[in-house]
């Protein structure tokens, strides 16, 4: 069984910044080796943001992001963080973490998620 429990949402005005943590607990083995922050406003699809290889480091961003957004990852203490600067209220969604075996950008490829932690940014 694995565990994700996401914090670090809040409410913050337009050009602040947010960082939320990821923190996994249980079996981490194989299949959850690449993590990906999603997140879902409401009436819309879910997206992924953000993606990471706790491996190898590799890591990458959505258009939207790229230049804001900064994913790592502390695998000491099985915590993968995202940093988020420059925010825009079209950033204000909840915000996901997701474990999984493959370097995807399909919500479908991550059977482990966290319970959310929502990001509001006013104007």
């Known amino acids: 069984q694995v565990h994700l429990v996401e914090s670090g949402g809040a409410s913050v005005k337009a050009g602040g910044s947010l960082r939320l943590s990821c923190v996994a607990s249980?079996?981490?083995?194989?299949?959850?080796?690449?993590v990906a922050w999603f997140r879902q406003a409401p009436g819309n699809a879910r997206e992924a943001v953000a993606r990471i290889s706790t491996y190898t480091g590799n890591l990458g961003y959505t258009d939207s992001v790229k230049g804001r957004f900064t994913i790592s990852a502390d695998n000491a203490k099985n915590t993968v963080f995202l940093q988020m600067n420059s925010l825009k209220p079209e950033d204000t969604a909840m915000y996901y973490c997701a474990a999984g075996p493959y370097y995807a950008w399909s919500h479908s490829m991550y059977p482990y998620w966290g319970q959310g932690t929502q990001v509001t940014v006013s104007s």
């Open positions: 249980g079996q981490l083995d194989a299949k959850t080796v690449y």
